[in-house]
């Protein structure tokens, strides 16, 4: 158990079948992003199968995973195990990790799996490949802050005005870490950093000073790269103008050697030639002190997040099938 920022109970899964050393663990998450536009078929939260295609919030991003892992459960449920099957099942990780973090903090069949050794594949959709690394997501939120008042007076403060210098620093380092390859990683695509600005004063009325600024700041942290001083930059415009710094998410990236045993393995049992690299960020950033860690998973990212979200049921039923085959291997032999 555990509580968001809100204040709002919440609950992982930390389950376990069988016993021994090392085994498998499953790692998903069950949150999902919001479903404000959604257009159909059926409801968001209403599963409808159709054209080979199960739609639904959460169907590709990542109960499509859940419900593979889950179905490869129930089709090996009853033989016997030689090493243990963890299921592994976190909230909050669209929102920073939180789910998570609690897992770290206070599961002790966690901090059991990772000494004894587990496999650990994280479901999210991959489209059935073999991925050894992702970036990691880091964000931070800058805000200033003024008085309103009518700009006919003088009895104004523009909050913009603070946040001026630190627009102009930030495209200077976009601009930096675009073109500069101290900053590129060539095993990724993209291979920069992705920073994404984005800023919003709220503000009613042309008219009207600005009360408030706020500049939010996304960048996503390549393995061997570290961007300590680009933060450096940034305090020390945020010091000089009294603007508020907050992090809003670390998660550090990831990176599993692709001639780790269990990159080699899921490469012989899928026939794929090599492993690869993605741009998103999943909660295996919380989860490194599990050594052999791999992302793999039914669905394609294409389709997360999108209107009207959806998974391909042939990739639900292949999921299926590599799953059961992982617990045969890592479980029962």
């Known amino acids: 158990p555990y509580q968001d920022p809100a204040g709002t109970p919440k609950m992982n899964l930390v389950a376990r079948r069988g016993s021994g050393s090392g085994g498998l663990a499953y790692f998903g998450h069950n949150d999902c992003v919001p479903a404000d536009h959604w257009t159909g078929p059926g409801g968001p939260f209403e599963p409808v199968v159709t054209r080979g295609r199960l739609y639904g919030r959460g169907a590709c991003d990542m109960k499509g995973s859940l419900a593979s892992m889950l179905e490869a459960a129930r089709r090996t ?197 090599r492993s690869e690299t993605v741009g998103y960020g999943t909660d295996a950033s919380i989860f490194q002190d599990i050594e052999q860690l791999a992302i793999f998973g039914p669905g394609d990212v294409a389709q997360a997040h999108t209107d009207d979200e959806w998974i391909a049921l042939e990739q639900l039923e292949r999921g299926a099938d590599y799953y059961t085959q992982l617990i045969a291997k890592w479980c029962h032999e």
């Open 77 to 273: 449920q009853g033989k016997p195990h030689r090493h243990p099957l963890y299921y592994i099942c976190t909230g909050d990780e669209e929102v920073g990790y939180l789910g998570a973090q609690a897992v770290v903090a206070q599961s002790q069949l966690y901090r059991e799996l990772v000494q004894e050794g587990a496999r650990a594949v994280i479901g999210e959709p991959t489209r059935l490949r073999v991925v050894h690394a992702h970036k990691g997501g880091a964000g931070y939120r800058f805000t200033a802050h003024g008085v309103a008042a009518h700009s006919s007076t003088a009895k104004g403060k523009n909050a913009n005005l603070a946040m001026i210098p630190l627009l102009a620093e930030l495209a200077d380092i976009h601009d930096e870490i675009e073109t500069d390859s101290r900053w590129h990683h060539p095993e990724f695509d993209p291979p920069t950093l992705c920073m994404n600005i984005g800023i919003n004063d709220r503000n009613p009325a042309p008219n009207i000073t600005a009360p408030q600024s706020v500049c939010t700041v996304y960048l996503r942290p390549m393995p061997g790269i570290d961007i300590e001083p680009i933060l450096e930059r940034l305090r020390a415009v945020a010091d000089a103008q009294g603007l508020e710094m907050e992090t809003l998410i670390d998660g550090p990236p990831v990176y599993t050697s692709p001639k780790a045993p269990i990159i080699q393995e899921l490469l012989e049992l899928t026939g794929l030639d």
